[in-house]
């Protein structure tokens, strides 16, 4: 079986980086090979275009610009690090990756899912996941749940930029069913761990 690609997806505060860290730390357990990178950044320039985006000098820019660094960050990953994994057998795991353009800047800037699906396609291969996880959670609870400073750029949007993303992302499970499961993200990082290896196990069987 060919090695999977997996992203894990979700508003701010959803436990994103903490299940991939878990699912990252049990095919370690198990001695599968694995890759585990987040987004935006990941390259070198990934990490430099990171700083830019989330941008904590304050940079102004155009919801257009925004998405086209990030595009940027994304054809570096795929081009450097992900394909590179896959072909040499590891499952890659990617914190963040298209579906939260989709969700960021196609519903909460109101670009449109279509714009970025054909930037995607010409800048990025539409080098779709074989797999996402949406961690689905209101966005007040994620929001709790961070318990620091809320700095970035898009962590200072208003509340109703972060209902659209969570719609968007919602809308984006019931387009695309077989690549982008929803996995409930309330209850305890246990809990949601098994309800993520559940979804993990259903679809690439032994590897997990
Ligand atoms: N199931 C859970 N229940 C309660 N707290 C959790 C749960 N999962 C993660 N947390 C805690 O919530 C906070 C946010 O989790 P995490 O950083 O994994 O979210 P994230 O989706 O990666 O957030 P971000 O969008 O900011 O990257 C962390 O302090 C984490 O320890
Ligand atoms: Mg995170």
């Given at each position: 079986m060919k090695a999977p690609f997996i992203t894990i997806e979700g508003v701010e505060g959803a436990g994103k980086s903490t299940q991939a860290a878990r699912v990252a730390a049990h095919l370690e357990a198990r001695g599968v090979p694995r890759l585990a990178l987040r987004e935006p950044g990941g390259t070198e320039l990934g990490e430099k275009l990171r700083d830019l985006i989330l941008n904590d000098t304050h940079i102004a820019m155009e919801a257009g610009t925004e998405t086209l660094l990030l595009m940027a960050s994304r054809r570096e990953l795929i081009d450097r690090a992900i394909r590179p994994a896959l072909e040499a057998g590891r499952v890659v795991l990617c914190d963040r990756f298209i579906d939260s353009t989709l969700a960021y800047q196609g519903y909460g800037r109101g670009l449109g899912a279509d714009w970025i699906r054909r930037l995607f396609d010409l800048s990025?291969?539409?080098?779709?996941?074989d797999l996402t996880l949406l961690l689905d959670l209101p966005v007040e609870e994620g929001r709790e749940r961070?318990?620091?400073?809320?700095?970035d750029r898009f962590e200072r949007e208003e509340h109703a930029f972060h209902e659209r993303v969570r719609e968007g992302f919602l809308s984006i499970a019931g387009t695309e069913p077989e690549r982008v499961q929803a996995v409930p993200?309330?209850?305890s990082g246990d809990e949601v761990f098994e309800r993520v290896l559940g979804c993990l196990r259903r679809r690439f069987g032994t590897i997990f």
């Open positions: 990025c291969h539409g080098f779709y996941p961070l318990r620091r400073p809320l700095n993200a309330h209850g």
